[in-house]
């Protein structure tokens, strides 16, 4: 099994399959902190990090929107002061699917440069 990190979004379609427990329970273990909540009847991957301030909260926010640029798909970001909130789903399908947990590796690796 490769690592989230190193693997890369796929063009999703309205009526993918959602991610099945199977695989949850399989990418899950890989992602620190993640939980999933249901929000409206949808399953979303969510963590908050923490952060010393706003401009480095920020900072993390501008990256993550970044990578959701490159990877063509786009989280929830609620940036407050000293943390950040990212919600990850598919709108397409309504749930979840395997992008959805790269983009939260990916998510986790840059933060440790922006942490203190």
Known sequence: MANLTEQSCEACRVGAPLATTEEIAQWLPQLTDWQIVNVDSIDRLTRTY?????????????KVGELAES??????????????????????????????????????????SLSK
């Open 71 to 112: 990877m063509g798909h786009h989280p929830a970001l609620l940036t407050e002061w000293g943390r950040v909130t990212v919600s990850w789903w598919t709108h397409k399908i309504k749930g979840l699917h395997k992008n959805d947990f790269i983009c939260a590796a990916k998510t986790d690796a840059i933060y440790p």
């Open 50 to 62: 923490q952060f010393n301030n706003f401009v480095d909260a920020l900072t993390f926010t501008n």
